[in-house]
């Protein structure tokens, strides 16, 4: 059986002045809405004045689109209150039933973001570990009590709960953070990686997996692209590259983690399918002219290869 190959789009910034971070996602959710891009996947930046968080942002997606899916790219766990969160994603589901797809990281992407998610020292990955429980636990059961290392509570409960059990994907790229998806996740998305490590990360996720006694769905591996459109700028070709390599810093060309072009995109992604990712974030590498001329050329380009 063929799995579903879904494409979805990030944040996409533009060039000049906006009246606001709202006026731009408002722009943003309808011109995909229009267009019939898959989902909307939204970071978590919190130091960031360009960006709204997640969840709040995709609770107005939703009320601006009937079928636009609504993800998060990727939420921070540790710091967080999981009962809290396990609440608003079962807000957020009963507003739009089977359009969220949320997806966790154990670490803030920006420096500047990692003390206000504060954990315990060197207890991070624990800390990640009981709250996904938690979160699942309480989407999953309309009473919990749980008493753990750092999580405590009675007869815990969030409403509505989702009819259908949402599905909770992580982020990484490390082996430990692989083991982890396969024993804890349902899903994965990736990023800063080629299809050949792709294709590892896959490997080491269906083995953890299997040694937990449990399966992951075969199309719930992803990853997301960043795509320098056709005649951009060098410069911010070049500053892409560099955040690359600060994010991979043993990778010898980081440049190989830009898809320099629609056609190299479509190229890339090919070769991600061959090895067995079906879902996937566009976003583009730098500031466009315009959303909707951005999501014109995104839909001739990629389109098609949505299955």
Known sequence: MSM???IGVGSVPVDGPESGVGQGLAEL???LEAHGVDSVWLSDLVSSSQ???????????AGRTERLKLGTGVLVLPGR????VAAQLAGLASVA??????????RAAQVADRTLFSVPPGQRAAVFEEALGVVRTLLTEPSVTHHGEFFHFDNASVAPLPIKPLDLWLGGRLPVGMRRVGRLADGWLG??????EAAECRA??????AEAGRAIEEDHYGTNLVVALDGADERDIGAAVVRAAHQRPDVAEPGRLICRGWAAARDELRRFVDAGLTKFVVRPVARVASRRDFLDQFTAELGSLQT
């Open 4 to 6: 579903k190959v879904r």
């Open 29 to 31: 959710v309808d011109e």
């Open 51 to 61: 960006t709204v968080d997640p969840l709040i942002g995709l609770a107005y997606a």
């Open 81 to 84: 209150n999981p009962a809290l």
């Open 97 to 106: 039933p089977g359009r969220v797809l949320p997806t966790f990281g154990v």
């Open 191 to 196: 990023s800063f990686v080629t299809p050949d």
């Open 204 to 209: 080491q996720i269906e083995r953890a997996a």
